[in-house]
């Protein structure tokens, strides 16, 4: 059997920003490398390329590579959703309250 010469390429790279619950500060500089970790973590079980994570006490950047077949309101969801959970059951954010409901993404 003849493989298919052509292939469907997408290259999705998208900036996305989050807040915390009302721009509150936190996420403190020691625990926000763990944060990032987790969102890494998160986004290589999810088949997402990530570039760069970064951010500062009441926000945070990423700039991943999304699949096609992924809607980016979901992974924003789910990421945002997830994160919360950990955060929240860790003990290192103890003021963590949560996300805040909007983000921003552009590519």
Request: aromatic share 14%; with cysteine; net charge positive.
């Amino acid at each position: 059997m003849q493989k298919n010469k052509f292939m469907s390429k997408v290259q999705n790279n998208i900036h996305i920003i989050f807040n915390t619950l009302c721009r509150r500060k936190t996420i403190t500089e020691e625990n926000h490398e763990a944060l990032y970790r987790y969102i890494t973590s998160f986004c290589k079980m999810n088949k997402v390329v990530m570039y760069q994570v970064n951010g500062t006490r009441n926000h945070v950047h990423l700039f991943i590579d999304l699949p096609a077949a992924m809607s980016l309101a979901n992974f924003v969801r789910d990421l945002k959703k997830e994160t919360s959970k950990w955060m929240s059951s860790s003990g290192l954010f103890i003021y963590f309250e949560g996300w805040g409901k909007e983000y921003g993404a552009f590519s």
